[in-house]
């Protein structure tokens, strides 16, 4: 079989997919350890058949549902490629986002804390911007911290660590600096019996209170950990950026903003804790 045969055969296998050719050029180059820009250079070329069956193989289960990046393994974020696993958030694309926000906002050298870290996705991204910066990246879930540190040294990142700890509980210090991408989806939420989402950990994903307990615990903690004058930056879902906004008013937060994604959503939220600010009030 062709190169070119193989895509037109998967892209009809995957017909029910919003994204049959790009998965099927991520899969097929990933079978043939090239780039996808191999596969439109070189469309004549034959597969081996140990490469058809595997590439056979990969396509079967993607229509059965399973994410392209768990069928590679890896998932691109900021340029990084990360190693992706079924005990983490596989990163989106709109989570860049968030990482933008943050470095229009915090100085080089500052110390900065990300929340349920997963796959490292977000602190990795801003340590290899700021190398004079000191991150810490935590997570419940010690699967998920030694992918981070997994992914740290792969990337050969030095200036970030990470620890397992329930949010703030094993915390230590102040940071200039606070992300997270909390779980933030209602456990009602329809949303969680389609697409990737049926294959991610539902505890990355579900927050009680309709998507806002966990968002609502760091708003309330963070402060103690906020060093003066510091940030906190929360990825937020769509629907949540007026709820997310009045708990952050509620606790004195100010020059409280939302920032869209790329789909023009509302996704993130930034603002400030000024602890002076606070004690005249």
Known sequence: MRIDDALIWAQFALVNSDSALLDAQVLLA????????????????????????????????????????????IREFWSLPLKVNNSTLIPRPDTEVLVEAALNIVAADAKILDLGTGTGAIILALASELPNASCTGIDFSDKAVNLAKENAQQLNIKNVQFKQSNWFENITGQFDLIVSNPPYIDKQDDHLKQGDLRFEPLSALVSEQEGLADIQLIAQQAPQYLAGGGFLLIEHGYKQAVAVSDILHNLHYQQIKTIKDYGGNDRVTVALFNHSKQNEA
Request: aromatic share 10%; charged share 20%.
């Open 30 to 73: 990933f079978v043939l350890q090239k780039e996808t820009v191999y596969l439109l250079t070189w469309p004549e070329e034959d597969l081996a058949v140990a490469q058809k069956e595997q590439f056979e193989a990969l396509i079967l289960q993607r229509i059965n549902g399973v994410p392209v990046a768990h069928l590679t393994g």
